[in-house]
């Protein structure tokens, strides 16, 4: 019969990767207490830490990132219509004189 595969969200990861990086326990007591292998315990320690510079990061920095490139299509979309306009423009004047 097969197992199936079980699937653990953020804070359940997290909580097994603190308990790791404590080290009040060792790696084999915490996978048991947590019913997981020791590989995973280790390996998600290594991705909270190795992520943890990002929780230290700008806030403002982070957020800019994802709002400048709409800004920058806005900004193009805008350019676009403005020099349709421009040539329309040139040729109605030179349609009159």
Same mark, same amino acid.
């Given at each position: 019969m097969a197992r199936t595969r079980r699937r653990f969200d953020g804070k359940f990861k997290a909580k097994v990767a603190l308990e790791a990086i404590r080290e009040l326990k060792t790696i084999s007591e915490i996978a048991k207490q947590f019913r997981v292998h020791p590989n995973q315990v280790t390996t998600w320690k290594k991705q909270l830490l190795g992520g943890a510079s990002l929780?230290?990061?700008?806030?403002?920095?982070?957020? !800019? !990132?994802?709002?400048?490139?709409?800004?920058?299509?806005?900004?193009?979309?805008?350019?676009?219509?403005? !020099?349709?306009?421009?040539?329309?423009?040139k040729k109605k004047v030179a349609e009159n004189t």
């Open positions: 929780a230290f990061e700008s806030s403002s920095v982070s957020s !800019k !990132k994802g709002t400048d490139e709409p800004e920058a299509a806005e900004l193009y979309e805008q350019i676009g219509r403005l !020099k349709v306009e421009l040539e329309w423009l």
